[in-house]
């Protein structure tokens, strides 16, 4: 072996593959382009962004960590979905789920944001 030499296995590494999977087609319907990150939770993306969000939930995008997907005004692309693993929570982002996203039957649902999306007023003009 030579020092620094990097030893690789022959097979090839499946990332996801025992996840489940889904396709959705994506419309930037924004004057701005949008990215999304590797990691995040795909139904809560930029409102700009036109997708079956139902179809969405719990998934992010299938690209390798530290990666994200570039919508340009216009685009319309298709993407492929992997779900969400570990204790499957989500909390934050634009915070329409904001805990499990397996919420037993009957249980309260966590906030979310109207239709319009997120505000983009600071606090200091909500007040004046």
């Given amino acids: 072996m030579i020092p620094g030499e990097y030893v690789l296995r022959p097979e090839?590494?499946?990332?996801n593959a025992d996840?489940?999977?889904?396709?959705?087609?994506?419309v930037n319907r924004g004057d701005r382009p949008v990215?999304?990150?590797?990691?995040?939770?795909?139904?809560?993306a930029n409102p700009g962004l036109e997708f079956d969000r139902a179809a969405a939930r719990g998934f992010r995008l299938d690209v390798p960590a530290g990666t994200a997907v570039r919508f340009e005004p216009?685009?319309?692309k298709r993407v492929r979905l992997v779900a969400l693993a570990g204790r499957r929570e989500v909390h934050g982002l634009a915070n329409q789920v904001d805990g499990p996203l397996d919420r037993p039957a009957g249980a309260a649902p966590g906030?979310?944001?109207p239709a319009a999306g997120p505000s983009t007023t600071a606090p200091e003009q909500e007040q004046a």
Avoid: M, N
């Avoid at 996840?19 to 994506?26: A, L, M, Q």
């Avoid at 990215?35 to 809560?44: I, P």
């Fill in 74 to 76: 216009g685009d319309r």
């Fill in 111 to 113: 906030p979310s944001v």
């Fill in 19 to 26: 996840r489940p999977t889904t396709e959705v087609d994506v």
């Fill in 35 to 44: 990215q999304v990150g590797s990691h995040f939770h795909f139904a809560e």
């Fill in 12 to 15: 090839p590494v499946l990332i």
